[in-house]
């Protein structure tokens, strides 16, 4: 409904002129791909999620191409205590045994993907939800992760079980919906030659498929400020040298292992830059994008 209250001149300078600021960044980035990934610790509450969906919309009705690649893992530990079903993160990875992979494929696939179908099309929005099996989007191989020892001698191969990195992505489905004018919602479950579903890291999905898309960014959101140094400021810009050096003294832990890894593997490989932001923050999308206020840490190639 149009309220037709008079604004505040000075209210009403500062909307058009954050709606000026907002062309230059329209016209670069359209026709353009952007995989924004979603990040299950970013879904905190419905006014952010709905924020996330209208922007994603928004994005879509000005001419660019978003790419949604979303996570889950906190919804996924939610079912497993549910069903009294311990869980166990290595690196930020978390071991994957048959049953857990059935619950993995029901949340993500299912109730996350759908979740956030559903409210991108509430905001007039045309959103698909796949998994890495539909169209044969995503092909798995097991991954041998490596567990590095202070002595690399003494590193060891841990078994994460139906663990996956991605072997090889199919964008064919991708390119169909892009062209019918769809926004795709990728949930990061991948099929191996085995015929076997493989959990992959949502970050090393994004990643790569920013990669085999081509895009001009990958915009990763996650429930902190962005990469913090040991005394928690944030660092608004890294290289891979200082990435390396702070992975090494165990600055960098965790969640965040994999996901600066996919921004750096991103961005040699074409992908303009990756950004690493806040997605606590309301419409931290639109942010990003269409204002001069650039926001969590920037990694470019
Ligand atoms: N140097 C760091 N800066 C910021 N966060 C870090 C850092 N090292 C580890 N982390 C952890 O990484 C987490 C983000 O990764 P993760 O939990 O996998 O999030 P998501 O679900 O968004 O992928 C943060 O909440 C934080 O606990
Ligand atoms: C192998 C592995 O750890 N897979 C993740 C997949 C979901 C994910 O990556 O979710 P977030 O982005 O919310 O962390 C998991 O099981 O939690």
Redesign the pocket.
């Known amino acids: 409904m149009t309220d037709n209250t008079p604004m505040d001149p000075d209210n009403a300078k500062t909307v058009a002129r954050v709606l000026t600021e907002a062309l230059p960044y329209i016209q670069r980035f359209s026709k353009k791909t952007l995989v924004i990934k979603y990040?299950?610790?970013?879904m905190v509450d419905e006014d952010l999620k709905r924020g996330f969906a209208r922007d994603i919309v928004l994005l879509k009705q000005v001419g660019m191409n978003p790419v949604v690649v979303h996570?889950g893992?906190?919804q996924i530990g939610k079912l497993l205590a549910q069903l009294g079903k311990e869980t166990r993160f290595v690196d930020?990875l978390r071991v994957t045994d048959r049953e857990t992979m059935d619950v993995v494929q029901m949340v993500l696939g299912g109730l996350v993907n759908k979740e956030i179908v559903n409210l991108i099309n509430q905001f007039g929005g045309r959103a698909v939800g796949l998994t890495g099996k539909d169209g044969g989007l995503i092909r798995a191989r097991r991954l041998e992760h490596r567990r590095m020892a202070t002595d690399p001698e003494a590193s060891e191969i841990i078994d994460l079980g139906h663990v996956g990195e991605v072997a090889s992505i199919d964008p064919s489905v991708v390119h169909m919906l892009d062209s019918g004018n769809f926004i795709p919602v990728i949930a990061p479950v991948g099929v191996g030659e085995d015929g076997m579903a493989y959990n992959i890291n949502?970050?090393l999905v994004a990643g790569k498929m920013a990669s085999v898309l081509g895009a001009e960014k990958l915009i990763?959101?996650?429930?902190?400020p962005?990469?913090?140094?040991g005394q928690g400021q944030l660092l608004t810009g890294l290289t891979a040298q200082q990435v390396d050096d702070?992975i090494a003294d165990g600055?960098?832990?965790?969640?965040?292992?994999?996901?600066i890894h996919c921004a750096l593997d991103a961005v040699k490989s074409g992908v303009r830059a990756a950004h690493i932001i806040d997605?606590r923050v309301s419409h931290a999308v639109m942010l990003e994008l269409l204002t001069d206020k650039g926001v969590g840490t920037l990694i470019r190639g």
């Open positions: 990040g299950g610790n970013a996570g893992g906190p930020g949502a970050d990763l959101l996650t429930n902190t962005g990469v913090l140094d702070l600055t960098i832990h965790g969640g965040m292992i994999p996901k997605g």
